[in-house]
């Protein structure tokens, strides 16, 4: 089971609390190291919440605990986590010139892990 | 300072929490002066609350070398050393220190002929290109929270990010003319999701990600009156209809504001998309008053614009290799010189770019000598040569800080630290790496070493 989808990290209210403990601290490593996935692309893909995942591009790769969402949340194809060091994985360091590398909107395949 | 001390409890009002860019400052403050801990955050988020909560007095050395314990002084004599060796130092981070902190960091850079560049780059850096390119017509929060009407959030998500950012200055407030609070506002929240802001938005709009650029060019081509192919729903997923119902609706209000988030900054397009944005509000001009302002996410990164501007006279992203600032996204930000390899020591505040870079970059971090000042352990703070743990702004350091409306507020610091600030370390670097400059150059004596005094820690 591979497929290829759009992961989107942004920022989350738990990400923010943790780090304050700590980036270093279980909390922190644990809230940035989780996705979020379409429910009804869990179903097709046969994955439950808490399951593993390996996400993997060019650049690197990194794997996650994902955990559904509701299919009016969060659209089929596109993957949420927080930023953190997992997300830093698949991140390119192109700039195209312009000191920004594209933290948002890049292609992942993902793939169970068992 | 309204302070007042009560047994071993201090109270300390109008203080101001400093993790976000909205920089509240109406915090009400109990702190156990015994413990060394704040106790008591009244009104923070909940951010804020964990802000103020977390940040306790650690338990590790005030300054490091290679993981063993040093004195201050060695360590600033290191960290002098270290970059006045190199041949292409970069100093990076600066957002979560004080603006006191900030102009000693570019100081230093401009005396080692470094690279200077600041979490922006890696933030809202192209929306700072795109200003140069398109301008800004811009506001202050206490504008909003007066006169606006229509409000735009453009790839942000402020109910996680910036929870206040609602009740204080764009939705629920009452202001002069807006007297009813939300009732007066029409709120829209653009993004490829919902997120937990859409509950506060009149209107949702779900944008196909990476169209934001099409989105927003069609938008101004309609406010001008010009055709939009038809087949535009089809390219962003947003239909016709709606882009004419909003087009109106921004037309027709009285005081309209788009805070635009990283949703367009770190996607493709990057300063395309935030210039097609502040164009749109230039264009809005034409019906009404219209206004476009940068969300901004750590406690100082706009006060790191302004200190890096007013200094330099650009905004991050500058390098003094030639004796006088030059300004070159993509040559002197920092991912790029981290990750081309060109950096051969870096000088790291209040930041972790090992944490949250592209991972070339932090290869390469591992491969040069670092110095960190930050208050807690991190990732980059684990891999230096050279790390001093340091007082938190605003919690136990006064000075000032510009809040993401470009408004400096002064801090209000609760409870002293035994570690010293930011401002005091970057300073004794700053007056040994002169020292050793002015050597190097045949100018001035070196000196001995580690001689540069660092304000001693202060006793409880």
Redesign the interface.
């Known amino acids: 089971m591979t497929e290829i989808m759009?992961l989107?990290p942004?920022?989350?209210?738990k990400q923010?609390?943790?780090l304050?403990?700590?980036?270093?601290k279980d909390e922190y490593l644990d809230v940035t190291s989780r996705v979020e996935m379409n429910m009804d692309d869990m179903q097709r893909l046969g994955l439950e919440n808490g399951d593993k995942i390996r996400l993997s591009n060019d650049?690197?790769e990194t794997v996650v605990t994902c955990s559904g969402k509701k299919a009016?949340?969060?659209?089929s194809g596109?993957l949420?986590m927080a930023?953190?060091?997992p997300?830093?994985?698949l991140?390119?360091?192109d700039?195209?010139?312009?000191?920004?590398?594209?933290?948002?909107?890049f292609s992942v395949a993902i793939e169970k892990v068992t | 300072m309204s302070e007042t001390a009560k047994e071993n409890i201090k109270i300390v009002k109008h203080a101001t929490c400093t993790f976000c860019g909205c920089v509240c400052d109406d915090m009400e403050l109990t702190v156990d002066m015994d413990a060394h801990k704040i106790t008591k955050a009244k009104n923070a988020c909940v951010l804020g609350r964990a802000w103020f909560a977390e940040h306790v007095i650690e338990d590790r050395p005030a300054a490091m070398v290679d993981g063993k314990e040093v004195s201050i002084e060695e360590a600033v004599e290191e960290a002098a050393q270290t970059l006045v060796k190199a041949r292409f130092p970069i100093t990076y981070g600066l957002s979560d220190t004080t603006c006191e902190a900030q102009r000693q960091a570019v100081a230093i850079t401009d005396i080692i002929h470094g690279t200077v560049d600041t979490t922006t780059s890696v933030c809202h850096g192209p929306s700072g290109l795109a200003f140069q390119g398109v301008g800004e017509s811009t506001m202050t929060l206490g504008e909003v929270k007066n006169r606006a009407d229509f409000i735009i959030y453009w790839g942000g998500n402020p109910a996680e990010a910036h929870p206040r950012h609602f009740t204080r200055y764009s939705v629920t407030p009452k202001g002069m003319f807006t007297p009813n609070g939300k009732k007066d506002r029409t709120v829209v929240l653009v993004d490829v999701r919902k997120t937990s802001t859409a509950p506060v938005a009149d209107i949702v709009i779900r944008v196909k990600p990476g169209k934001d650029f099409e989105l927003l060019w069609a938008l101004r081509a309609l406010v001008k009156g010009k055709k939009v192919a038809d087949n535009i729903e089809a390219i962003t997923g947003v239909s016709m209809d709606t882009l004419t119902d909003l087009v109106e609706r921004m037309k027709n209000c009285r005081y309209g504001v788009f805070f635009f988030g990283m949703g367009l900054t770190m996607t493709r397009g990057r300063h395309f998309n935030s210039g097609a944005l502040l164009a749109l509000a230039t264009d809005l001009n034409e019906f009404t008053h219209f206004v476009a302002k940068p969300v901004r996410g750590h406690g100082n990164v706009t006060g790191a614009d302004n200190v890096v501007s007013w200094q330099t006279g650009y905004p991050f992203g500058v390098n003094f290799n030639l004796g006088y600032p030059r300004f070159n996204p993509g040559e002197f930000t920092t991912v790029d010189t981290l990750s081309r390899g060109d950096a051969d020591a870096a000088l790291i505040i209040a930041s972790d770019p090992a944490s949250n870079f592209p991972k070339a970059a932090i290869e390469h971090l591992h491969k040069i000598p670092v110095i960190t000042l930050d208050t807690k352990e991190t990732h980059t703070s684990k891999l230096a040569h050279v790390a001093f743990t340091t007082a938190t702004y605003g919690i136990n350091t006064g000075g000032t800080v510009y809040r993401m409306d470009d408004v400096p507020i002064t801090l209000r610091p609760a409870f002293d630290s035994p570690f010293p600030t930011d401002e005091e370390i970057l300073t004794a670097i700053r007056k040994r790496a002169h020292e050793l400059m002015l050597a190097k150059s045949g100018l001035g004596a070196a000196g001995g070493g580690g001689t540069q005094k660092v304000a001693a820690p202060r006793k409880e």
């Open positions: 759009i989107v942004g920022r989350s209210s923010g609390t943790s304050n403990k700590g980036k270093l650049t690197g009016t949340d969060l659209p596109m949420f930023y953190g060091p997300s830093s994985q991140m390119d360091s700039t195209a010139g312009s000191g920004m590398p594209l933290s948002k909107h």
